[in-house]
């Protein structure tokens, strides 16, 4: 559900697209809708994750020069710099504390072996850096209306697959906890 909630500002925007058929009108509603968001999560939950900050951030700052100077370019880029930068802060995690993003995440919820860790938090960084990469390869070489397609079908339809094929391997690799015995035995 709640993957769904992070990309309804994606769809507000592509709602927009298919009814005005103006990328500047969808990401001027996307800033707003996005700040939105953001309000409504911080005064349900009194926490705002880091990578709704991120995105946030970008949504406002490439969102706004896309309506300032009437440039499509800056929020084609955007969904392309949000998963370089995760990519980025994934694969710096291996190398920074004990534990990387991924772990860090799911371990309240999943006992895995440190190599599964790895294996995981490196996928996510290779499915980042891929996903960045077709952004833009869309971006550059398709319609403007496919890229909006591509943002709200392709970009979600590429994560729930990942997604569910995370757990396919999670499911081979998870640690079941010890049960305790029944003290009235």
């Known amino acids: 559900m709640k993957l769904l909630f992070d990309f309804l500002p994606i769809a507000i925007f592509f709602a927009v697209y298919k009814y005005s058929n103006d990328i500047i009108l969808a990401t001027a509603v996307l800033i707003p809708v996005t700040l939105i968001q ?99 390869f869309v971006a550059y070489t398709m319609s403007e209306e496919v890229w909006v397609n591509f943002k709200l079908f392709g970009m979600l339809g590429l994560t729930l697959v990942f997604i569910i094929l995370q757990g396919v391997y999670l499911s081979r690799h998870i640690q079941e906890e010890p049960q305790q015995q029944n003290s009235n035995e």
């Open 38 to 136: 953001m309000g409504y999560t911080w005064l349900r939950t009194h926490k705002i994750e880091k990578m709704q900050l991120v995105t946030l951030v970008l949504v406002i700052v490439l969102g706004g020069a896309t309506v300032l100077f009437q440039d499509k370019t800056f929020i084609q880029w955007k969904p392309t710099v949000v998963n370089w930068l995760f990519a980025a802060a994934f694969l710096g995690s291996q190398f920074i504390g004990s534990k990387s993003l991924v772990q860090r995440m799911m371990e309240a919820s999943v006992t895995l072996p440190a190599p599964v860790w790895t294996r995981l938090n490196l996928a996510w960084v290779v499915f980042f850096v891929v996903m960045g990469g077709l952004n833009l």
